[in-house]
C-alpha cells in the first residue's frame, strides 16, 4: 500500500511550531502541538499581557505609601544574621519615599506623584501588596516570576499558558516576548519552554535589527531566488520521502519551510505599526524619546493579542534602584506610564479589558533602608522578596480594590500575603487552567507551574 | 457488579496468603484486610502529605492519621463524611471521584485514584469501615500483603517504612541476573529475536552499505563519513558485512573524534559549560580541562569504574594525579554563583542539593531531589537516604587546584587567548582612565543630607564606570585558560565567603578555618531547620533489595566521597552498571532498554528487555568495563544492522505499536552539534584538531552584540576568534556561555547546560527553516563548500554535481536530481553574473545603549572589539566568481535537505 505525504493531515501549526518527537512529546503526543484547546473551567480572560519590570520596582515609591518611614528617615541601624546576605548586613538607614503620594481614581488607590497618567485608569486597576519570593538576587528571582522555579531551566509562564489553551493564530507563535534592548539577568531562559516541547518556547520579537532572528536571507537574496530555492529542495526532499513514506517528521520539516516562507512576508506586517493613526501613537507617547520604547511595545502587545497571540510579555527596566531612587524611578515611571494607561484605555475601547489578564510586576520590591556605599548616605533601595509592586488589570481581576497589606514601614506583606506560587496558580485560574491539572512528566515526576500546587487568591477575583 | 469485583479482589488475597505463612488463627474481616492492604497505604500515599504528615498544618483541619480525625471531617465536612456501610454517600468516597466541585482529591490531576483505588474506598466504608490498630495492621500486612517490603535506613514515617511494592517496579534494585545465551547466537539478537518470534514479527531486512557507513560513522563519531570511507566500507560490507562493521567499528572508535563524539553524550550528562552562569555569569577559565578529560577517558577506553572514581573522588584518592584532580570538575559543573546579595548558607545548601541529585542521575538513575522533602511517593527511597547521600558532599570544598598541563593536553591557541584578553581589558582600562578622569573634573558636591545624584555627572558615566569596572574582572578571570589550574574540590572545613570571584585557592590547612558542615535531615528542605542528625550512606533499598556488599561510609575528616565512589562501581551494585549500559544502548538507538536513562524509578517504566539489559550489564562489567567493546558488541548485533522501514507496515504497526520491539532501526535528526559539524566538514572547513581552550566561532552578530545584564551593567560583546581555524572547530569547543546561548544550536534542540539531559529532544520548527535557509553561517558554509568544488580536479559541471552529492549524502545524484541540479546552478549562475558585491567590513568598535540603573536613561557607549582588528572572515561572496556563487546556491539547498539533516 502506497501512502502519500502526511502534509495534508497535518495540523498547519504543528509543523509550524513544534512536531515534537522527543521523550516527553511522545508521552503526550496529544498536547505537544499548539492548537487551541478548552480551558479546564470557565474563564473571563482569555489571553493575558504581562508588564514585566525587570530589576524590582520599589513598591514604597509607586503603590504603597509610608508615612512612618518618613518620620524614621535617615535614621541609622545595624543588621546581622546568617541569613543575610551582605548586600542586607551591617550598618544601614532608613530612606522616605521622595514622591508624594495621591488618591486616585473613585476608588481612592495610593498612587505616587510621578504617575500621571495611570491614576486616570486607577479605577481598572487591582493593587496587590501581599506577594512574596525567594530570592533577592536578580537572575533566580527573575526565573522564579517568570518559571516558578529560581534555578532556570523550567518553563515560563507564558510557555504553561500556551501549552495549557493552546493560540488562535497558526501564523504567530503563541506566546511573544518583547525585551528590552538588553536581555535581563539570566538571559534567554526567561522566556524558555523549558521541558515543554519546544512549540512553547517564548519567541523574542526584538525592539531592533531583524525582529524575529533569520526573518529574512541576507543580502541580495530575492524572493523569487528564495521560492525557487525552496522549489528544487522540495524535489529533492520528494523523493527522500518517497522511499520513506511513513516518515511523517520529514514531511513536517518540508512543510515547515512553506511555513517560514509564509512568515517572512507576514510577520512584518503584524509588527509594523505605522498603519495605527497620528493619535494611536501618541496616546501611547511613541515618537516622544521618553516613552517611545515602552509605547511601541504596549501597542505591539495590544496588536499581538488582537491577533489571536495568547501570552505576551513585554519588558521595561532598569528598575535596580540601589541610588537615587527620585531621579532613576522618577525617569522610570514616566517611561511607562503614558503607554501603560494607553493599554488599558485602548483594550477597554475595543471591548478586550475585559477578557485581557494584564498584570505589572517586577521581580521582587524594595526595601525601606538602604547601605552605606560610597561613603555617605542616599535616596536609593535595596532588594527585598517580602514585600513588592504588583498590580492586575481586567481578565476578571477586581477592579478598583487595593489587595493586602505591608507593615507600616514596608518591609514585608503582612495581610493577604502569598507566595509568587499562588500568584502563578491565580494567573492560571484566571486563564481557566487549574495548575493542579496542568502538568508534565519530567525527571520522574508530573511538574507544575508552582512546583508543587499553590492557592488561588480569591480576593484579587471580583 | 460492583460487589462482584470487590468479592474476587478479597479472594484473590485470601488465596495468595493460603499459600505464603498465615498467621495462625488470625481471624480478620474482608473490611479490616481492605483497610490494611489498600486504604491505608493509600491514605499514607495520597492523603497524609497535606491531611496529617505535618500536624501544625493540616489542610482544611482534616485529619486523616486516625478514624477519630477522619469521622469529625474537619472544617467541610459534617456526619457524611463517612456513612458507615454506605461508601456511595459517603464524601471521603465522593472527593476521590472528584465530582465533589472543589474538593477534587487528591488536588493533583496527575495522582488522581484509580478507579480501582477509589471503589477499595467505597468498599472499606461500605463493610463498615473498620480502622484497626498499628499492631493488628502489621500482623495483617505480615499475614495478607501481596506487595513486596523493602527494607531501607528509616522513613520520616512508619506508614512509608512499612509499606509495600509492587515487585515488578523495583526491577532496577535486584541483583543482576546472568541470562545465559546459547553459543552462536549475538547475545543482543538472541534477547530481541526472541520477543520478535514472541509476537510473530519478523525483524526488517538489513540496512544497505550506504546507510550503514552513514549510521556508523554518525553514531561513533558525530561526522560524516568521508567518500573515501564510504567507498572502502561499501566494498567490504559487500563481501562480508558482519567483517567489514566490526573492523569499521575499530577503526572508528580508534579515531580521536570517537572520544569527543561520545564525551559530548557524557557532557549532556554532566552539563558542561565554560561559564558559572547567574548575575556575573562569569567564566569558568580550567572547565575545558574537564571536557578534555572526559574525551581522553572514552578515547584511551578508560574502565569506566576508574571514570567514575576519578569524577566523585579523583583528589580524596590521590591529588597528585592531575587527572583525578580535573575529574573532580564534574562536581561543579553546574551553575553556581555566590555574591553580596546571596546568603552563603542558602548558596552552599543549593550546590549540595545540586551535588547530590546530579550524581544520583548520572550514576544510579535516581532523581534524587524527588525526596529532598519528603520520603520519595513511589519508589524505595527515603529522605533519610537523601540526607545520607548529601552528607557524603558536605565536607567537599571548592578549589581551583595547581595542575600541570599533561602531555596530551592541546595548548594551540593559548597566546592568541592571553593576546586577545590583554587588549580587550587594555582597551577598557584606557576607557576607564578617561571617563574617571572626566567624572572627577565634572563631579560637584551634592546637596542635601542624602544623595540623590545631583552631582553634575552626565547619565551613563557612573553607570559605565562600574560596567567597565565589572568586565574588566570578567575578561581578567580569562586569563586563567592558559593557566594550569584544575576546577576542582578539595575535603575541609566550609569556609563562609560573602562573594566569590574568581580563582579560589587550596588553603594551607584544610580544617583550620571555618566549620564542619552538621549532617541531618532538613525539615522540608530548608537550610535552617535541621532534624535528626545522618551519617554519610547512599541509597539504602540498593543494598538490602539488590544484597550489595556491606560498604562503610566514614564520616568526619575522613574521605566520604572514596567511599562512595567504591559503593558506586562496587561489582555488587545493582544499578551502576545497568544506568551505564542503558545509557551507551540509548546513544546507538535514540532510546534506552529502560526508557528514562535518569530515573530507574517506578514512574520511568520498566525495561523492555530486561533479561538485555542484565545481560550487557554483567557483560560489561565482565569485560573490565570497556565502553569500546560495548559498543562493539552492540554495532555487531544484527538488531543494529537494521533497515529503517519494514517491510510489511501493518504487520509491525499491529504487533509493535509501541515501537518497542526494535524491528526496524529507529531514524533521527541530526543532532545540533552534528549538524555544524557535518556542514563544516563537507564545506572542507573543519578544523579536526582535538581539545584546548575553548573557540569562538561565529554565530549570529545580532545575537552576539545583543547587549545582556549582568551585575553591575552589561557584558561585552560576544568575539569570535579571528582566524577561520579556530572557528570552524567542532562544536564540542565552541565556548558554552550560560547567558548567552548560540541560537543556531539552541534551534536545534542543544539542551541548556542547567540540568542533566538523559537523551536529546527533535522537535521541527520553522524558526529551524529559517535558519538554515537564511542564516549567515549557512551561506558561509555553502560558499566554501562550493568554493572546494570548484577547486578540486573534477572533469565538469556533472562531475562537481556529483562530488556535492558524495560529500554531503555518501552517494552519487540521481539522474533527474543530476538535471535539476545543474538547471538550478546555470540560472543561479546567470543571475550572480549581473550582480556586485562589496566586501563586508567588520568595524573593531561598536556602539551600544543600554539603560543606566542610577538614572533610569538610556546611554550609549563605544566597545572595542580586539577580535576584528585582525578578523579573517570566512570566505565571502566577493572572494569567488558567478560560477561558484551560483553552485553555492545549490550547495546550500542540499544542506537544507532532509537526508542531509536525517540519518536512517
Not at chain 2, 582566524?723 to 569547543?733: I, V
Amino acid at each position: 500500500m502506497h501512502r502519500t505525504p502526511h502534509i495534508a493531515q497535518l495540523n498547519r501549526r504543528e509543523a509550524l511550531f513544534g512536531f515534537g518527537t522527543g521523550l516527553g512529546a511522545i508521552a503526550f503526543a496529544s498536547l505537544a502541538d499548539g492548537a487551541v484547546r478548552p480551558p479546564h473551567h470557565a474563564a473571563k480572560a482569555k489571553r493575558c499581557i504581562f508588564l514585566m519590570m525587570e530589576g524590582g520596582p520599589s513598591h514604597i515609591d509607586t503603590f504603597d505609601p509610608k508615612p512612618e518611614l518618613t518620620k524614621q528617615h535617615l535614621k541609622a541601624f545595624t543588621r546581622r544574621g546568617e541569613m543575610e546576605s551582605a548586600m542586607s548586613s551591617g550598618k544601614r538607614y532608613f530612606v522616605k519615599s521622595p514622591f508624594e503620594f495621591r488618591k486616585a481614581g473613585n476608588c481612592g488607590a495610593d498612587v505616587s506623584s510621578p504617575w500621571i497618567h495611570l491614576r486616570e485608569v486607577a479605577d481598572d486597576i487591582c493593587f496587590y501588596r501581599g506577594a512574596q519570593v525567594e530570592s533577592v538576587n536578580h537572575p533566580t528571582a527573575c526565573y522564579q516570576l517568570n518559571t516558578g522555579n529560581q534555578f532556570g531551566g523550567d518553563p515560563a509562564v507564558g510557555s504553561w499558558v500556551t501549552y495549557g489553551l493552546g493560540t488562535e493564530n497558526d501564523n504567530l507563535p503563541g506566546f511573544v516576548v518583547l525585551p528590552r534592548t538588553s536581555y535581563p539577568q539570566g538571559g534567554a531562559g526567561n522566556w524558555s519552554n523549558g521541558f515543554l516541547p519546544a512549540t512553547f518556547q517564548g519567541t523574542p520579537l526584538r525592539p531592533s535589527g531583524s525582529p524575529i532572528l533569520n526573518l529574512s536571507p541576507p543580502a541580495g537574496i530575492s524572493r523569487e531566488r528564495q521560492r525557487s530555492d525552496l522549489d528544487l529542495l522540495a524535489e529533492l526532499n520528494r523523493q527522500h520521502l518517497a522511499a520513506r513514506p511513513l516518515r511523517d517528521e520529514l514531511a513536517a520539516r518540508m512543510e515547515s519551510y512553506e511555513l517560514a516562507y509564509a512568515m517572512q512576508a507576514e510577520v512584518p506586517g503584524v509588527i509594523d505599526i505605522d498603519g495605527e493613526s497620528q493619535k494611536t501613537l501618541d496616546a501611547y507617547g511613541i515618537g516622544d524619546t521618553s516613552t517611545d520604547a515602552f509605547g511601541r511595545k504596549c501597542l505591539l502587545a495590544r496588536r499581538l493579542v488582537e491577533k489571536g497571540v495568547r501570552f505576551v510579555q513585554a519588558y521595561a527596566g532598569n528598575w535596580d534602584s540601589h541610588d537615587y531612587i527620585e531621579k532613576a524611578h522618577g525617569a522610570l515611571i514616566r517611561s511607562v506610564d503614558k503607554p501603560i494607561a494607553a493599554l488599558l484605555r485602548d483594550l477597554k475601547q475595543r471591548d478586550m479589558l475585559k477578557d485581557t489578564l494584564v498584570i505589572w510586576c517586577g521581580e521582587f520590591g524594595r526595601t525601606p533602608d538602604n547601605g552605606f556605599r560610597g561613603g555617605g548616605q542616599s535616596y536609593g533601595r535595596d532588594h527585598n522578596a517580602k514585600a513588592m509592586a504588583m498590580w492586575f488589570a481586567g481578565g476578571g481581576t477586581r477592579a478598583g480594590h487595593t489587595v493586602g497589606a505591608t507593615d507600616d514601614i514596608g518591609a514585608t506583606a503582612v495581610e493577604c500575603v502569598h507566595h509568587i506560587r499562588d500568584v502563578h496558580v491565580t494567573l492560571l485560574h484566571l486563564l481557566g487552567l487549574d495548575d493542579n491539572r496542568l502538568t508534565f512528566y519530567h525527571a520522574g515526576r508530573h511538574k507544575q507551574l508552582s512546583q508543587f500546587g499553590g492557592t488561588v487568591i480569591r480576593e484579587l477575583i471580583s | 457488579m460492583k460487589t462482584h469485583l470487590c468479592c474476587i479482589m478479597v479472594l484473590a488475597i485470601a488465596g495468595r496468603a493460603a499459600t505464603g505463612q498465615a498467621d495462625e488463627g488470625l481471624q480478620v474481616s474482608a473490611g479490616e484486610k481492605l483497610f490494611a492492604l489498600r486504604v491505608q497505604p493509600l491514605l499514607a500515599e495520597k492523603c497524609l502529605p497535606c491531611h496529617g504528615a505535618d500536624p501544625a498544618a493540616i489542610e482544611g483541619g482534616f485529619d486523616l492519621r486516625n478514624r477519630e480525625g477522619l469521622v469529625a471531617g474537619g472544617d467541610s465536612f459534617g456526619e457524611e463524611v463517612l456513612i458507615a456501610g454506605d461508601g456511595n454517600n459517603s464524601k471521603l468516597y465522593l472527593t476521590t471521584t472528584r465530582r465533589e466541585e472543589g474538593y477534587e482529591m487528591p488536588p493533583k490531576e496527575a495522582d488522581r485514584l484509580t478507579q480501582q483505588q477509589q471503589w477499595w474506598i467505597r468498599d472499606w466504608i461500605n463493610a463498615g469501615a473498620p480502622w484497626p490498630g498499628d499492631q493488628r495492621v502489621a500482623r495483617i500486612q505480615e499475614a495478607f500483603g501481596d506487595g513486596e517490603r523493602v527494607s531501607v535506613s528509616r522513613a520520616l514515617s512508619d506508614e512509608w517504612q512499612n509499606r509495600r511494592y509492587d515487585p515488578a517496579k523495583l526491577w532496577a534494585y535486584r541483583p543482576l541476573a546472568r541470562p545465559s545465551v546459547p553459543a552462536g547466537r549475538h547475545p543482543v539478537d538472541w534477547f530481541i529475536d526472541r520477543q520478535l518470534a514472541a509476537v510473530e514479527l519478523a525483524p526488517a531486512p538489513p540496512a544497505d552499505a550506504r546507510t550503514m557507513v552513514r549510521r556508523m560513522s554518525f553514531g561513533l563519531t558525530g561526522l560524516p563519513p568521508s567518500p573515501d570511507d564510504v567507498v572502502r566500507f561499501t566494498d567490504a560490507y559487500h563481501v562480508d558485512p558482519a567483517a567489514a562493521i566490526s573492523e569499521f567499528a575499530e577503526q572508528w572508535m580508534a579515531s580521536p573524534h570517537y572520544g569527543e563524539h561520545f564525551g559530548w553524550h557524557w557532557l549532556d550528562v554532566a552539563r558542561y559549560a565554560d561559564t558559572a552562569g547567574f548575575a556575573n555569569d562569569y567564566s569558568r577559565p580550567n572547565a575545558w580541562r574537564y571536557r578534555d578529560y572526559v574525551v581522553r577517558a572514552f578515547n584511551e577506553d578508560k574502565p569506566y569504574n576508574e571514570f567514575v572514581r576519578q569524577q566523585v573522588a579523583g583528589d580524596e584518592i590521590d591529588d597528585s594525579d592531575v587527572e583525578n584532580l580535573l575529574a573532580t570538575g564534574f562536581l561543579r559543573m553546574g551553575p553556581w554563583e555566590q555574591t553580596g546579595m546571596s546568603v552563603f548558607k542558602e548558596t552552599r545548601g543549593q550546590w549540595l542539593d545540586d551535588v547530590t541529585d546530579t550524581v544520583g542521575q548520572a550514576f544510579l538513575a535516581h532523581s534524587m531531589l524527588c525526596c529532598k522533602c519528603h520520603d520519595h511517593k513511589f519508589d524505595p527511597v527515603p529522605t533519610r537516604d537523601y540526607y545520607r547521600l548529601m552528607a557524603v558532599f558536605s565536607t567537599t570544598q571548592f578549589a581551583d587546584r595547581e595542575a600541570p598541563f599533561l602531555e596530551p593536553e592541546n595548548r594551540d591557541g593559548f597566546a592568541g587567548s592571553d593576546t586577545w584578553v590583554e587588549a580587550k581589558v587594555a582597551a577598557y582600562l584606557k576607557q576607564k582612565k578617561e571617563l574617571a578622569a572626566k567624572i572627577d573634573k565634572r563631579r560637584k558636591q551634592e546637596i542635601g543630607n542624602a544623595r540623590v545624584g545631583n552631582n553634575g555627572l552626565d547619565p551613563g558615566d557612573e553607570a559605565s564606570l562600574a560596567r567597565l569596572s565589572k568586565n574588566i574582572t570578567r575578561h581578567n578571570l580569562e586569563r586563567d585558560r592558559t593557566q594550569p589550574f584544575a576546577l576542582s574540590v578539595y575535603t575541609g572545613s566550609t569556609i563562609h565567603r560573602n562573594n566569590v570571584v574568581g580563582r579560589i585557592t587550596l588553603p594551607p590547612a584544610r580544617w583550620a578555618k571555618g566549620t564542619i558542615d552538621k549532617d541531618a535531615i532538613r525539615s522540608g528542605g530548608n537550610v535552617y531547620s535541621l532534624a535528626d542528625p545522618v551519617t554519610p550512606g547512599a541509597l539504602s533499598a540498593a543494598e538490602s533489595l539488590g544484597g550489595m556488599r556491606s560498604i562503610e561510609f566514614p564520616g568526619g575528616k575522613a574521605s566520604r566521597r572514596r567511599a562512595l565512589a567504591e559503593w558506586i562501581v562496587d561489582p555488587t551494585n545493582p544499578l551502576t552498571a545497568r544506568v551505564i549500559v542503558n545509557r551507551v544502548w540509548s546513544w546507538h538507538f535514540g532510546k534506552g532498554i529502560a526508557s528514562h536513562p535518569n530515573n530507574f524509578g517506578a514512574t520511568g517504566g520498566v525495561p523492555s528487555h530486561p533479561e538485555l539489559l542484565d545481560f550487557l550489564a554483567t557483560w560489561f562489567v565482565d569485560n573490565g568495563w570497556s565502553i569500546k567493546k560495548l559498543n562493539h558488541l552492540i554495532v555487531t548485533s544484527a538488531a543494529y544492522r537494521r533497515d529503517s522501514r519494514h517491510p510489511d507496515r501493518q504487520a509491525l504497526a499491529a504487533n509493535d505499536p509501541l515501537g518497542t520491539l526494535y524491528a526496524t532501526f529507529a531514524p533521527r535528526r541530526l543532532t545540533a552539534e552534528e549538524l555544524r559539524d557535518a556542514m563544516l566538514s563537507v564545506s572542507g572547513e573543519l578544523n579536526p584538531a582535538v581539545g584546548g581552550i575553548p573557540c569562538r566561532p561565529d554565530l549570529n552578530r545580532e545575537v552576539a552584540f545583543q547587549p545582556r545584564q549582568i551585575m553591575g551593567g552589561a557584558a561585552s560583546v560576544y568575539e569570535p576568534d579571528p582566524q577561520p581555524a579556530r572557528r570552524n572547530r567542532r562544536t564540542l569547543y565552541a565556548e558554552r556561555i550560560r547567558g548567552l546561548r548560540d541560537p543556531f544550536l539552541e534551534t536545534f534542540n542543544q539542551p541548556g547546560p542547567d540540568k542533566p539531559c538523559e537523551l536529546r529532544e527533535t522537535s521541527t520548527v520553522a524558526p529551524q527553516a529559517l535558519t538554515l535557509i537564511n542564516s549567515q553561517e549557512v551561506f558561509d558554509r555553502a560558499i566554501a563548500f562550493a568554493d572546494r568544488l570548484m577547486r578540486e580536479p573534477l572533469a565538469d559541471d556533472e562531475a562537481r554535481i556529483q562530488r556535492a552529492f558524495q560529500l554531503a549524502f555518501g552517494r552519487l545524484p540521481s539522474q533527474p536530481e543530476l538535471t535539476s541540479c545543474l538547471q538550478h546552478w546555470a540560472t543561479a549562475t546567470a543571475e550572480e553574473a549581473n550582480k556586485s558585491y562589496q566586501r563586508t567590513e567588520f568595524p573593531d568598535r561598536v556602539s551600544r545603549t543600554v539603560m543606566a540603573e542610577k538614572t533610569g536613561q538610556p546611554y550609549t557607549f563605544l566597545e572595542i572589539m580586539p577580535a576584528y582588528t585582525a578578523y579573517q572572515p570566512d570566505l565571502q561572496p566577493v572572494d569567488v566568481d558567478a560560477p561558484t556563487r551560483g553552485l553555492a546556491i545549490v550547495c546550500r539547498v542540499l544542506l537544507n535537505t532532509n537526508e542531509f539533516c536525517y540519518l536512517d
